[in-house]
C-alpha cells in the first residue's frame, strides 16, 4: 500500500516568508510524528497528534511553528517569518493503532535564503 | 549533554565483518529501544525493536539492551554491501509517543 506522503518535497522560500509543509499518513494511521532532521544528525521531535488532537508540541522551536490535523488525517506544519535557521529535512511519519513502528515519510527539503 | 549519545562514524568494514553499532543514553525513563536504518536521500525505516533489558535476534541483526548501564548495540553479522547506511538509535518512555533518536552512525560494507 501506500506510504507516508509528503509535500512539496523540495522549498525554497525568502526569508520572511510564510511556508506550509502537509503529510499525508498512511491509511489508518490514528497517530502523526513531525520532526525536524538536520544534515548529519538524527530526527529531532517538533510534534505528534493522535487523531485531530495534538497531544505534544513540546518539540516546536517558538511560536512561529505551529501544526493542525482538523479532520485526523492530512497534517500542515506552518512556519511563520521563516528565517535561515529553519533550513532543514522536514520528516513526517504515521503510526497505526496497534504498533510502535513509526513509518516515515520522504521528507520535505526547506531551504530559507 | 544530549539524551542520546551515539558515534557518528563514518565506519567503513570489508565485507562478513562483524558490525557493532552502539549507543548510552541519560534518561533512565526510557523503556522502548529501536533502530532505524536511514539509506541516503530516504526516510528512516524501523529495523529491530526492543522493550527493556535483554537480547532480540532477526536474521543477521541482533539488539542488545542493558538498562543498567543505559548502553544499547546493534551487531550485523556477514554483513553486506547493502547494509551501507546510517543507523540510528531511538527511544521513548511509553512507546506510541515521541522517539529521541541519536545522531547516526554512517557504515560502508567494503565488498
Known amino acids: 500500500g501506500a506510504g507516508v506522503s509528503q509535500s512539496p518535497r523540495y522549498k525554497v522560500t525568502k526569508r520572511g516568508q510564510d511556508v506550509a509543509l502537509r503529510c499525508d499518513p498512511i491509511s489508518g494511521h490514528v497517530s502523526l510524528y513531525w520532526y525536524r532532521q538536520a544534515l548529519g544528525q538524527g530526527p529531532e521531535f517538533l510534534t505528534y497528534f493522535n487523531y485531530e488532537a495534538q497531544q505534544d508540541k513540546s518539540g516546536l522551536p517558538n511560536d512561529r511553528f505551529s501544526a493542525e490535523r482538523p479532520e485526523g488525517s492530512i497534517s500542515t506544519l506552518t512556519i511563520q517569518r521563516t528565517e535561515q535557521r529553519d533550513s532543514a529535512m522536514y520528516r513526517c511519519a504515521s503510526r497505526g493503532p496497534s504498533s510502535y513502528e513509526q513509518y516515515f515519510g520522504p521528507g520535505t527539503r526547506l531551504t530559507v535564503t | ?111
Not at chain 2, 530516504?42 to 529491530?48: D, N, S, V
Not at chain 2, 525493536?49 to 553479522?77: H, P
Open chain 2, 1 to 111: 549533554q544530549k539524551e542520546v549519545e551515539q558515534d557518528p562514524g563514518p565506519l567503513s568494514v570489508p565485507e562478513g565483518a562483524i558490525v557493532s553499532l552502539n549507543c548510552t543514553y541519560s534518561n533512565s525513563a526510557f523503556q522502548y529501544f529501536m533502530w532505524y536504518r536511514q539509506y541516503s536521500r530516504k526516510g528512516p525505516e524501523l529495523l529491530m525493536y526492543t522493550y527493556s533489558s535483554g537480547n532480540k535476534e532477526d536474521g543477521r541483526f541482533t539488539a542488545q539492551v542493558d538498562k543498567s548501564s543505559k548502553y544499547i548495540s546493534l551487531f550485523i553479522r556477514d554483513s553486506q554491501p547493502s547494509d551501507s547506511a546510517t543507523y540510528l538509535c531511538a527511544m521513548s518512555i511509553f512507546g506510541n509517543e515521541k522517539l529521541t533518536f541519536g545522531t547516526g552512525t554512517r557504515l560502508t560494507i567494503i565488498p
